[in-house]
């Protein structure tokens, strides 16, 4: 058995979602002017109740946000969804509409920086503008770890002027996740030989195996794995057999994860110290300078002020060179590394950065 541990920290049972139901009744019952709701794209019977309601009191439904226009394509073509006719309109006909006969359903419940409710919060959307008097409601929890963007959104539709309400101060969210009283009933009915918690952060996988224990499942029979994690499983007993590539994708241009460790920590420190570029040139037969150093700085110092600095850090390169021909280093890997130490310890000294530093030796 491989059970969602999202909620096992939470009590009780979880809520149904006729909840829901209640509070869209009243908020629609109850705004002056349009309602906007975001939620989850994926959870169509959210967005059944959204429709039912909104044909009860006589408003017009539009879609924004792409995946949202999908689930409600696909859902309506087989018969998930039952929209009554006349309701579902397309969103430049919303916008003629008389703003107390409009709903509109929208993706970005978990702040996304591109998704539709963060682009309308955030004034860039092209066809919807939030007004005073509009009704907002955000109708999901943020995920771990979104509470951030999700306050940001919610702050930003204040300033609006729009009324929002969300999960913290109302009903308007029921989990979709079982809670504790749930997750012991399903392993009472089920009564697996093995279990695998999934679903949830480290210390709810955790949470769940100790209430799989506590409910007579050995704890040799219980495994807590993380992403990529190998499992294998016969009848009499199962074991963690090793580890495959796992998390996340990155997409970047053409390449599709082809984005590595290694790039990843270079971004980041060009984007945090900055580079500079030491370009020397030298007379390949005896390692003689024929010219430079010269020092190109970019989101490190601005030269034309830090003058000084440059003239010191041309020096200690002048240094490193002569410290290479001394001991005889003639490989220009060794001279590199060489510069790069030396003129790194000096900067970090002068100014508690660490620029990525790259020594460009050109040959005559």
């Not at 879609?63 to 309701?87: C, D, F, H």
């Not at 995920?143 to 951030?148: D, F, Q, R, Y």
């Not at 994860?257 to 790039?263: A, M, S, T, Y």
């Amino acid at each position: 058995m491989l059970s969602d541990s999202t909620n096992v920290e939470r009590a009780g049972y979880t809520m149904s979602e006729r909840v829901v139901g209640n509070t869209f009744d009243e908020t629609f019952r109850n705004a002056p002017e349009r309602i906007i709701i975001a939620t989850f794209a994926s959870n169509v019977h959210r967005l059944q109740q959204a429709i039912t309601v909104a044909h009860k009191y006589d408003r017009h439904v539009a879609v924004v946000g792409r995946s949202m226009v999908n689930v409600m394509q696909v859902a309506g073509e087989l018969g998930y969804l039952k929209i009554p006719a006349g309701t579902l309109v397309e969103l430049d006909e919303a916008a003629r509409l008389p703003k107390n006969k409009v709903v509109l359903l929208t993706t970005g419940s978990q702040g996304e920086p591109m998704s539709a409710l963060t682009r309308i919060a955030m004034n860039d959307h092209r066809q919807v503008d939030v007004m005073p008097g509009d009704t907002v409601i955000i109708s999901a929890t943020p995920i771990p770890g979104n509470e951030k963007l999700v306050a940001r959104i919610i702050d930003q539709l204040f300033k609006l002027g729009a009324k929002v309400i969300y999960e913290a101060v109302s009903g308007i969210h029921v989990s979709g996740h079982p809670s504790q009283e749930e997750l012991k009933l399903m392993i009472n009915l089920i009564r697996p030989k093995f279990f695998i918690p999934v679903h949830g952060e480290y210390r709810m996988l955790k949470k769940h195996a100790e209430l799989a224990r506590e409910l007579g499942i050995p704890a040799e029979n219980i495994f807590v794995g993380e992403n990529g994690q190998v499992f294998e499983f016969t009848r009499k007993y199962g074991r963690m057999t090793g580890r495959v590539t796992s998390g996340r994708v990155l997409v970047d241009g053409l390449g599709v994860g082809d984005v590595g460790n290694i790039v990843l920590r270079d971004r980041k420190q060009l984007s945090q110290d900055g580079i500079l570029i030491v370009v020397v040139t030298m007379d390949k037969e005896n390692n003689q300078v024929l010219a430079g150093p010269d020092i190109v700085s970019r989101g490190f110092v601005y030269v034309r002020e830090s003058e000084m600095l440059m003239e010191e850090a041309k020096t200690k390169v002048k240094i490193a060179l002569d410290k290479c021909c001394n001991r005889g280093i003639s490989e220009w890997a060794g001279i590199k590394s060489q510069i790069r130490d030396d003129l790194g310890k000096f900067l970090y000294e002068k100014t508690r950065r660490r620029p990525m530093i790259l020594p460009i030796i050109m040959e005559v």
